[in-house]
């Protein structure tokens, strides 16, 4: 199972931040072989750079980003095309930032229901600070 993190915060830059921060606590306790992908809802804060791939941060295997807009929503397609490319790359972590915490059951639901129900654990939820 991928254990996978909803990241909730009031700017880009404060998810990410966020995200790379407890990329770097659990790298230390997982050691190398973590692969950590990221799936960031909105435009770039700046802190993870557009295209970024495990060259440019550790332990980091992929990152997609999506256009802003609600992934419960809409019959989940941008979400679902994008989750399912992830986890191709058969990430041990995966953390979601997401652009509004407006419909964060409705985006549990989505990934706890089948097929992901027997892919990913969700875990605690991952507040980040402005």
Known sequence: MILTTLVIGATAVARETAILRA???QA??????????????GLPGGVVPPGSTEND??????????????????GNLTMRVTLNRI????????????????????????????????LLALTQDLSAEA
């Not at 941060?57 to 809409?74: D, K, L, N, Q, Y």
């Open 23 to 25: 990329i770097d606590m």
């Open 28 to 41: 230390a306790e997982a050691g190398a072989a973590h692969r950590t992908a990221l799936i960031l809802e």
């Open 57 to 74: 941060i550790p332990f980091v295997a992929h990152i997609a980003r999506i256009a802003p807009s609600c992934p419960c929503c809409t």
């Open 87 to 118: 986890l191709r790359h058969s990430p041990n972590r995966l953390y979601i930032g997401l652009a509004s915490d407006a419909h964060l059951d409705g985006i549990r639901d989505f990934l706890a229901g089948p097929p992901y129900d027997q």
